[in-house]
């Protein structure tokens, strides 16, 4: 755990790094909690997820084993969070938020709230990359056309991305009839068939197309790691073979910005969110190697 040597030091934001690592001119990565959670159907709480993941940050390691870094020192600003009470002024906040900082040349990741907080991010990256390509990592397609009369809950995210760019979809394992009649079988890795086929991450990466965006619904992890999400589904991904597939990316291809959503967290249970927390750091680590 970092120790606080001087009281008097303020530490906020994304792994509560001093002003030299977090200044805003200086840093490679900005990080933008959307705490929204206005469309989600069962289990509420994501609104919590970006502040709890944030507090597990802060009580990281910072030198990162695997990459022998500390990526840290390339700087990561937490901008203030973006709190909207309907999903259309949401994603339209968060789609110019993402365009001011993409316009300074900076990293964007969008720390969520449900996963709605996406659409708003790729509608930006989308006018910066007209080339885009999403890829997402999920339990559920979110292919709905509209959900409880909205075009923007959390269900449509991936319908509303598919409008706009190509997108592959891995861990999926719960698929409503509609979705079934959207899905592109080329494009899509179900969970069971990564269990069963050890040659699906090439397979995944040839469908993919630089420049990508990454969004990562932590549903896409099995309910064994990471339990606080709002529909847990079984059969769901590990954390080695999450982050070999995701390091695999990052190398190939060119990711420009990425989100992580849908942490619910558990006041007894702190491992979500440090599961979560430290995802985003190795992401980043991923990315700026």
């Known amino acids: 755990m970092k120790l ?8 906020s934001g994304f792994a509560g790094l001093s002003p030299k690592d977090s200044s805003y001119e200086s840093s490679m990565f900005v990080v933008v909690p959307v705490p929204f959670d206005k469309t989600s159907t069962w289990v509420k709480g994501a609104d919590k997820g970006p502040t709890s993941l944030i507090e597990a940050s802060q009580n990281m390691e910072l030198y990162d084993i695997e990459t022998d870094t500390e990526v840290c020192r390339k700087g ?16 339209e906040a968060v789609k110019q938020t993402t365009l001011k900082h993409l316009s300074k040349g900076k990293a964007v990741i969008i720390l969520g709230g449900e996963h709605s907080v996406t659409t708003g991010a790729v509608y930006a990256y989308k ?13 559920h397609t979110d292919l ?11 269900a ?6 598919k409008d706009i760019c190509p997108i592959v979809q891995v861990g999926i394992r719960s698929v409503s009839s509609e979705e079934n009649h959207s899905i592109d079988r080329s494009r899509c890795f179900l969970a069971e068939d990564i269990q069963k086929d050890p040659a699906w991450m090439g397979k995944a990466l040839a469908k993919l197309e630089s420049p990508v965006y990454i969004t990562i619904d932590l549903d896409g ?3 064994s790691i990471l339990p606080s999400t709002g529909t847990p589904e079984p059969g769901g991904l590990k954390w080695y073979e999450t982050l070999e597939f995701l390091k695999n990316v990052i190398k190939k291809k060119k990711v420009v910005g990425f989100d992580v959503v849908e942490l619910c967290p558990n006041p007894s249970d702190k491992s ?7 995802l985003v750091y190795k992401l980043m680590s991923y990315i700026a190697l």
Do not use: W
């Open 76 to 91: 990561i600003f937490t901008d203030r969070p973006i709190v909207k009470s309907a999903p259309e002024a949401m994603v």
């Open 144 to 154: 709905r056309e509209r959900y409880e009369g909205s075009r923007f809950n959390h």
């Open 4 to 11: 606080i040597s001087d009281p008097k030091e303020a530490f």
């Open 156 to 161: 449509c995210v991936m319908a509303r991305v």
């Open 272 to 278: 979500s969110d440090f599961l979560a927390a430290k």
């Open 127 to 139: 006018e910066k990359y007209p080339k885009l390509n999403v890829l997402q990592i999920d339990a």
């Open 221 to 223: 992890f099995d309910p």
